[in-house]
């Protein structure tokens, strides 16, 4: 069983795609791309998210709190077979500092423990065990159950100096909240469009000269956004409009749009406690 951590910041960039080209023209200079890449093609990244029933994790998550956090199961096989790999992964944010740590289980594992609690029999290492413990306090503190899947397609690479330096673009994200399964084949709707790719920088330290100059040079700046954030605020937006509580989303700066929708959802949350969770 493979186990995984990490910790180190995330910046986010959207770019078009006559950003994207010139831009990779210079990342080939300093970066090689992943092993994962063969012949320079992308793969897929398949996930499921984990909620409460009233979406406590996502909602608070896009109230920007100092510390955040959310579950998800990773795989990179779709459809995922019963005993394909997946990762069961804790993700959290601590004033911009993102920590990861994540165990390697087959899907049916995964099932097993997500819904009764049952950890796989080869569970002897000690950071095994603590991960699991991680987890179990995450599952005590939150009546969690599947609430999105996202996909996309990802081409990463890594600094030729420095390995711990890896830039990472996303295209085809999509999503869906319905059909909450990794063994379920990649469909559902499209989160940016077809001509944009999402960035990520990630980092333990400063961002490289080159790639700071290069980006002002283009002109792509940072922004805030998360998958699983972007898929929700289109849920909920969706649904406010349907009753007609909100313009419909082109008329609406994206910024407007996220701010109402948290104040309008952020209600009759989840409170969680150091002996699980308690309703207001």
Same mark, same amino acid.
């Given at each position: 069983?493979?186990?995984?951590?990490?910790?180190?910041?995330?910046?986010?960039?959207?770019?078009?795609? !006559?950003?994207?080209?010139? @831009?990779?023209?210079?990342?080939?200079k300093y970066m090689d791309p992943d092993k994962f890449?063969?012949?320079?093609?992308?793969?897929?990244?398949? !996930?499921?998210? =984990?909620?409460?029933?009233?979406? &406590?994790?996502?909602?608070?998550? @896009?109230?920007?709190?100092? &510390?955040?956090?959310?579950?998800?199961?990773?795989? &990179?096989?779709?459809?995922?077979?019963?005993?394909?790999?997946?990762?069961?992964?804790?993700?959290?944010?601590? %004033?911009?500092?993102?920590?990861?740590?994540?165990?390697?289980?087959?899907?049916?594992?995964?099932?097993?423990?997500?819904?009764?609690?049952?950890?796989?029999?080869?569970?002897?290492? =000690?950071?095994?065990?603590?991960?699991?413990?991680?987890?179990?306090?995450?599952?005590?503190?939150?009546?969690?159950?599947?609430?999105? =899947?996202?996909?996309?397609?990802?081409?990463?690479?890594?600094?030729?100096?420095?390995?711990?330096?890896?830039?990472?673009?996303?295209?085809?994200?999509?999503?869906?909240?319905?059909?909450?399964?990794?063994?379920?084949?990649? =469909? %559902?709707?499209?989160?940016?469009?077809? !001509?944009?790719?999402?960035?990520?920088?990630k980092i333990a330290d400063a961002m490289p000269l080159?790639?700071?100059?290069?980006?002002?040079?283009?002109?792509?700046?940072?922004?805030?956004?998360?998958?699983?954030?972007?898929?929700?605020?289109?849920?909920?937006?969706?649904?406010?409009?349907?009753?007609? @509580?909100?313009?419909?989303?082109?008329?609406?700066?994206?910024?407007?749009?996220?701010?109402?929708?948290?104040r309008t959802t952020n209600r009759n949350y989840y409170?969680?406690?150091?002996? %699980?969770?308690?309703?207001?």
């Amino acid at each position: 069983m493979a186990i995984s951590t990490f910790m180190r910041k995330e910046i986010k960039f959207m770019l078009d795609m !006559n950003q994207y080209e010139k @831009l990779l023209e210079e990342i080939h200079k300093y970066m090689d791309p992943d092993k994962f890449c063969v012949g320079g093609k992308d793969y897929g990244i398949y !996930n499921l998210y =984990y909620d409460t029933p009233d979406d &406590y994790l996502i909602r608070t998550s @896009l109230e920007k709190p100092y &510390y955040k956090e959310k579950i998800r199961l990773r795989s &990179y096989f779709s459809p995922a077979k019963p005993d394909d790999k997946v990762f069961l992964e804790i993700k959290k944010k601590v %004033g911009g500092i993102v920590t990861k740590r994540r165990v390697t289980l087959t899907l049916a594992e995964s099932d097993a423990y997500l819904l009764q609690r049952q950890k796989p029999a080869e569970l002897t290492k =000690y950071l095994q065990k603590q991960i699991f413990s991680e987890l179990d306090v995450f599952l005590d503190s939150y009546p969690i159950l599947p609430k999105q =899947y996202i996909s996309y397609q990802r081409s990463a690479f890594f600094g030729k100096d420095d390995p711990d330096f890896r830039l990472t673009f996303d295209r085809n994200i999509t999503e869906r909240r319905y059909d909450l399964s990794l063994a379920e084949p990649s =469909y %559902g709707a499209q989160i940016i469009a077809p !001509n944009q790719r999402l960035m990520e920088v990630k980092i333990a330290d400063a961002m490289p000269l080159w790639l700071s100059q290069k980006l002002a040079e283009l002109k792509i700046y940072k922004i805030s956004f998360s998958k699983y954030g972007r898929a929700y605020q289109r849920y909920i937006h969706h649904k406010l409009y349907r009753e007609g @509580l909100v313009q419909p989303e082109a008329a609406r700066p994206a910024e407007t749009t996220e701010r109402n929708i948290v104040r309008t959802t952020n209600r009759n949350y989840y409170r969680p406690t150091a002996g %699980g969770v308690m309703l207001p």
